[in-house]
């Protein structure tokens, strides 16, 4: 199994910038298609960006493609989410993901629970 932990989040203002980082622990992330998900109150929880294991092919929601972007760091073993132009829409937690199944299964939503493992989530507030 993977143990994922989601340090940061934070409070930033309309426009700004933020990145997010998932550490790994108990096995590589490029064993997994990681990704990230977001929850918004009162929302369901929405899928964002994923990258897959092995190739490292990315895929994002039509609502982040452009301003988000996801990538490995394999010698930290940690997988990131770099958000830039951030809108007060894009306010949620955050949640980082890993599971076995290729990033098509993934964004299939053939994981019921979205995916096999998650961290904790972390904030992200965006204010106008």
């Known amino acids: 199994q993977v143990q994922l932990v989601e340090p940061g989040g934070g409070l930033v203002q309309a426009g700004d910038s933020l990145r997010l980082t998932c550490t790994a622990s108990g096995r590589t992330l490029s064993s997994y298609t990681t990704g990230w998900f977001r929850q918004a109150p009162g929302k369901e929880r929405e899928f964002v960006a994923a990258?897959?294991?092995?190739?490292?092919?990315?895929y994002y929601a039509s609502s982040v493609k452009g301003r988000f972007t996801i990538t490995r760091d394999n010698a930290k073993n940690a997988v990131y989410l770099q958000m830039d132009s951030l809108k007060p829409e894009d306010s949620a937690v955050y949640y980082c993901?890993?599971?076995?199944?290729?990033?098509?299964?993934?964004?299939?939503?053939?994981?019921?629970?979205?995916?096999?493992?998650w961290g904790k989530g972390t904030l992200v507030t965006v204010t106008s």
């Open positions: 990258l897959d294991g092995h190739d490292e092919t990315t």
């Open positions: 993901g890993a599971d076995e199944a290729s990033l098509v299964m993934v964004v299939a939503g053939v994981n019921e629970n979205g995916m096999d493992y």
